[in-house]
């Protein structure tokens, strides 16, 4: 599942609120990167090996967009692919209800308004 993580500050810009075409932009190795502004952009262009290193292993969990690295994360395998969430339990129930939106939504593919813009919050559960 792709979704947009700043490679500097590891912050999942579907989170943000910030689509690809309003993302700081910058490249690295061939690859176009997206960045959550334009001062994450300047701090990776001074050392990007340091940050890539750093972000690599970040996953985004697809209800509540919170990052969190891959082994602190939480699988379950969803028709055959494997689905990483934060431990809260609340987000894989919700997840379950709408698989669809949620997996649209970390894609990109469906505006996120920001980190409280749609249900998957675990606040007031």
Do not use: W
Request: net charge negative; charged share 20%.
């Amino acid at each position: 599942m792709k979704t947009n993580i700043c490679p500097t500050c590891g912050c999942s810009l579907v989170r943000l609120g910030i689509s690809e075409n309003k993302a700081s932009k910058g490249s690295y190795n061939g690859n176009e990167l997206y960045f959550c502004c334009d001062g994450c952009t300047d701090l990776f262009v001074k050392d990007p090996e340091r940050y890539i290193e750093e972000t690599k292993d970040l996953i985004v969990c697809p209800t509540c967009l919170a990052e969190k690295t891959l082994t602190s994360a939480t699988k379950l395998n969803v028709n055959g692919q494997d689905v990483y969430f934060c431990h809260c339990p609340h987000c894989m129930d919700l997840y379950k209800k709408a698989p669809v939106f949620y997996i649209n939504r970390l894609e990109g593919k469906i505006h996120n308004e920001g980190i409280l813009g749609h249900d998957g919050c675990c606040i007031g559960t």
